[in-house]
Every structure is written in structure tokens, then in C-alpha cells.
């Protein structure tokens, strides 16, 4: 029989929070990815022996935004490794609203590309509402065309914002149940916080969608079964926002004052009251591009039945 021995008040409490820490589930996004991430690449390869078809995805990008830089190399990579044709297509900051629209007319004609992403921001010049309303809903793999959130809500969905489908899977492959449990989003972005709420509507959770103005926040987050935080603060959801057994996942992506990449949450002192928790990074990050893969080759299946 093993005893641990604690001196004073402070190794106590140390000990009861490594052992909280313990029965906590760490959701591995990354590990979830890169199995997703071979079974799309699986697909592809079947697809292009039975079809002659790959699918075809082309991000593209206007300006030298040093931010977007990783995320369209990691959107290039991961296609490349599914197997699919890869463009990326880069255009000068000075570059025409009219102009845009013409390059993107030219991908929604293409039968080869199934898929079309405009990395944001852009630059303030270019209105990005008409550029999302220019992209065939067929092809708008990022699903933001307003299209294709009005099937979302009136739930019917063939493109769904690919970080929100992200959890979604990690949900499914953790074996958590959404049906009946209290949900509780915070954030009300088009790219995150209102179709989570609706996809986990659709799974029968009962959801309260909040913001940073929602009055007293942390008591409402305090009922949540499920908890999903896309604020943008770094560490705004700390322990008294969380109850005990919660599942929370943080969709944020900052640096804290050391400059250490952080998420919305205050993992150190949510993770041991959580019963599942996402790390940041490693969490929902790589699920996002994933899920963009999967979206994709979904178009090119899509497109061969029309």
C-alpha cells in the first residue's frame, strides 16, 4: 500500500490537485488529427483509382500578413499529405476588389477545385462579406457563405465552419454524450460560437449562447455539462466559471504576457475540476485543418454525383 505524506497545507493542496489533475481527460486533438488525417488520405486514394478524380483544393491569399503564414502552410501541407491537388494562390495586397472576385470566379468554374478558401483577414480595402458571397457554396469549404449557415440553422448541413465540425468529432471519438446535457458556449463569432451552438442543438444538448457582455458569466457557465470557450482572452475562463466533471473545450489561441502560447482558458486551474479538457496547443488547432481536408474531399464526391 502506497502513502503519500504531506508536511503542510500547501503539499496538500498540491497533492489533491495532481490527483484531480490525473482523473482529468486530456482531449488529444493532434492525435485525433493525424488518425482523421489517414483515413482521408485512404478515401483519396480510393476515390482517384475508382474515379480518376482528386480532389482539388486552392487557398488563397492576398497581402504578406506574417499571422496567416502558418495557417495556410499548414493548410498546404495537410492537403498534400491527403493526397489532393494543392494550389496556393497568392496575390498582392494592392490587388482590386474586382479584381478578387475575378480570381475566385475562376476557381468556382474549374471542375478541378472542389474546394476554395480565402485566408482572412484581408486588407481593409476589400470587403470580405462580398468576397465570401463570391464563393460558389458548393466549394466554400470553410463554410461561411451564408448559404450554407442558413442550411446549418435550418438543419440541413453540407458545409459547416470546420473549427465547430472539429468538435464535433473529438465529441464522437471520447464518447461524450451531448443528448439532454446542458450546453454552454461562450463567444458568438459566425466562425465558431454560433453554429457550435447549433450543431450541438442538433444533437439534442440544451445550449445558452453568451458573450463578454452576458451578465454574471461565470454563475451561467458554473450550470454547464459542456462548456466551449472562443472569446479571444487569454486565460478568461479560469476554476470559478467551471463546475466539477465539466468538458471544456478552449477554442482560443493567444500568448500570455510571457509570450507562451495560451488558449481561453486558465488550464491550470480549470484542468482539475474539468472530467475532459483540450490543451492549448494540441487541442482543437489541428482538428480545424483536418476537418477542412474532410469538407474537401466531401466536395469532390459531391461534385461527381451532379
Request: some cysteine.
Amino acid at each position: 500500500m502506497r502513502v503519500e505524506i504531506c508536511y503542510n497545507r500547501e503539499d496538500y493542496f498540491h497533492y489533491l490537485t495532481r490527483k484531480r489533475i490525473d482523473m482529468t481527460t486530456l482531449i488529444d486533438g493532434k492525435a485525433l488529427a493525424t488518425k482523421l488525417q489517414g483515413e482521408i488520405a485512404e478515401k483519396t486514394a480510393r476515390l482517384k483509382e475508382e474515379t480518376g478524380v482528386v480532389p482539388g483544393l486552392v487557398v488563397i491569399v492576398v497581402g504578406d500578413n506574417p499571422a496567416s503564414k502558418i495557417y495556410v502552410r499548414n493548410k498546404e501541407r495537410s492537403a498534400i499529405a491527403a493526397g489532393f491537388r494543392s494550389e496556393v494562390r497568392r496575390l498582392p495586397e494592392s490587388i482590386s476588389q474586382a479584381e478578387l472576385l475575378e480570381v475566385i470566379e475562376h476557381y468556382n468554374q474549374d471542375p478541378l477545385w472542389h474546394g476554395i478558401l480565402v485566408q482572412l483577414p484581408l486588407p481593409k480595402h476589400i470587403d470580405a462579406d462580398a468576397v465570401l458571397l463570391a464563393i460558389d457554396p458548393a466549394k466554400d469549404v470553410d463554410g461561411f457563405h451564408p448559404l450554407n449557415m442558413g442550411r446549418l440553422w435550418a438543419g440541413n448541413p453540407i458545409m459547416v465552419p470546420s473549427t465547430p465540425a472539429g468538435i464535433m468529432e473529438m465529441f464522437k471519438e471520447y464518447g461524450i454524450d451531448l443528448e439532454g446535457k446542458r450546453a454552454v458556449v461562450i463567444g458568438r463569432s459566425n466562425i465558431v460560437g454560433k453554429p457550435m451552438a447549433q450543431l450541438l442543438l442538433a444533437k439534442n444538448a440544451t445550449v445558452t449562447l453568451t458573450h463578454s457582455r452576458t451578465h454574471h458569466l461565470p454563475k451561467i457557465a458554473r450550470r454547464a455539462d459542456i462548456l466551449v470557450v472562443a472569446i479571444g482572452r487569454a486565460k478568461f475562463v479560469t476554476a470559478d466559471f467551471v463546475k466539477e466533471g465539466a468538458v471544456v473545450i478552449d477554442v482560443g489561441m493567444n500568448r500570455d504576457e510571457n509570450g507562451k502560447l495560451c488558449g481561453d482558458v486558465d488550464f491550470d486551474s480549470v484542468a482539475p475540476l474539468a472530467s475532459h479538457i483540450t490543451p492549448v496547443p494540441g487541442g482543437v488547432g489541428p482538428m480545424t485543418v483536418t476537418m477542412l481536408m474532410e469538407q474537401t474531399y466531401e466536395a469532390a464526391v459531391r461534385a461527381l454525383k451532379k
